[in-house]
Nanobody, 127 residues
Framework: QVQLVESGGGSVQVGDSLRVSCAASGITFSSGTMGWFRQAPGKEREFVAGFRRGDSNPYYADAVKGRFTIARDNAKNTVTLRMTSLTPEDTAVYYC????????????????????WGQGTQVTVSS
């Protein structure tokens, strides 16, 4: 049974930093594809960052490139999303997702391609 558990969300001010983490059981992040997505009220779930087995560099959405950093700890089977220079537009529920397969580059950014999801953690940025 696969379980993804996010933690670390919260409420911060504009310009602050925050880190969210995802711990996995029943699946190994380094063996397939892993992604962070977010969903703001009234909006569709969107890709934030992710990586595939064997890739040396992760993938980022343009909106977070240069501000967010994804990192994985293979020994602990956890993935962390470090978020800096936060703005109110980053307010959303952040979800961890994983798939056993190594998705093609064109499919990494699409939520429907991931089989497993966490319950989400709320990130709220106030001005």
């Amino acid at each position: 049974q696969v379980q993804l558990v996010e933690s670390g969300g919260g409420s911060v001010q504009v310009g602050d930093s925050l880190r969210v983490s995802c711990a996995a059981s029943g699946i190994t992040f380094s063996s397939g594809t892993m992604g962070w997505f977010r969903q703001a009220p009234g909006k569709e779930r969107e890709f934030v960052a992710g990586f595939r087995r064997g890739d040396s560099n992760p993938y980022y959405a343009d909106a977070v490139k240069g501000r967010f950093t994804i990192a994985r700890d293979n020994a602990k089977n956890t993935v962390t999303l470090r978020m800096t220079s936060l703005t109110p537009e980053d307010t959303a529920v952040y979800y961890c997702a994983a798939d056993n397969s190594r998705l093609t580059v064109s499919r990494v950014r699409a939520a429907e391609n991931y089989d497993y999801w966490g319950q989400g953690t709320q990130v709220t940025v106030s001005s």
